[in-house]
């Protein structure tokens, strides 16, 4: 399949999130598709989104969700739980829209027409857990069981691609989120890649690895900005970066 092809042939690069949208798309008949990153610190952070209808109302959706709303997920718990048991190969979940959804939060998340449903796929990595929401609209109307043996089948290899993508993503192509850009303005052009690529899921070990440069390196990097932001460890950055 060209879209697969696509996909694998940019993992690590900008275009890699037009590529998997359009494998949704065609696979699935997606309407909208948000995907976070759920990291340590208790923090959300929107990698990805897109809604071709209504593209303003999903930014400001996600960005509604990543700065709160998700404590009211009922799937909230199953990402906690993932990420406290630190499995980062532990097979990716399928999870339909819970039937004991709030009023209040399925107001938030159908709070413009067209959304007729939900599903999940939950994706353990190392340090984070990527959280890939899937909306059908209206017009195609909820996941069919059909359908929902489709996504099933198609887990494994949406798992690997995110995975696979996020490991290999260089810092230029990691999204940055305002309130990332705004607190990590006063560092040097290497620590802000450095603290980039930690608030995306990595260790410290890896970032240097993604760097290029010697781990002793990137202890340093770290340090220096650890000092010029007034932090003193990996939650506290999160914690800061994410209070905006």
């Keep these: 399949m060209a879209i697969l092809a696509d996909c694998v042939a940019t993992l690590g690069k900008e275009p890699f999130g037009n ?19 759920y990291t340590s610190g208790d923090a959300m952070s ?3 989104v897109d809604n071709s209808r209504y593209p303003k109302v999903a930014g400001r959706l996600a960005r509604l969700y990543a700065g709160g709303l998700f404590h009211q997920d009922p799937n909230y718990p199953r990402l906690r739980q993932l990420l406290q048991a630190g499995d980062g190969q532990a097979d990716a979940e399928l999870i339909t829209m819970p039937e004991d959804m709030s009023p209040a939060y399925r107001s ?9 449903d939900k599903a999940s796929v ?22 069919s069981r059909q359908d929902l043996e489709g996504l099933r089948s198609l887990t494994p290899l949406i798992a690997s691609l995110v995975r696979r993508h996020y490991r290999q993503a260089r ?11 705004e607190a990590l303005q006063a560092l040097s052009r290497r ?10 899921g990595h260790t410290l070990k890896t970032a240097a690895a993604e760097l ?15 000092a010029k932001l007034g932090v003193r460890s990996k939650a506290r950055l999160v914690a800061l970066c994410r209070q905006g």
Excluded: W
Excluded at 21 to 34: D, F, K, M, W
Excluded at 171 to 181: I, K, Q, S, V, Y
């Design 19 to 37: 590529h998997l949208i359009a494998l949704l798309r065609h696979s699935l008949g997606v309407g909208q598709c948000i995907l976070f990153a």
């Design 46 to 48: 929107c990698l990805l």
């Design 108 to 116: 938030h998340l159908f709070a413009f027409p067209d959304l007729a």
């Design 212 to 226: 290029d440069i010697a781990l002793s390196t990137a202890e340093t990097y770290r340090k220096r900005a650890y």
């Design 171 to 181: 810092p230029a192509t990691l999204p940055a989120r305002h309130e990332d850009a």
């Design 122 to 143: 939950v994706i353990p990595a190392p340090d984070a857990i990527y959280y890939l929401n899937l909306y059908r609209d209206l017009a195609r109307g909820p996941f």
């Design 191 to 200: 620590e802000r890649e450095l603290c980039l690529l930690m608030l995306h």
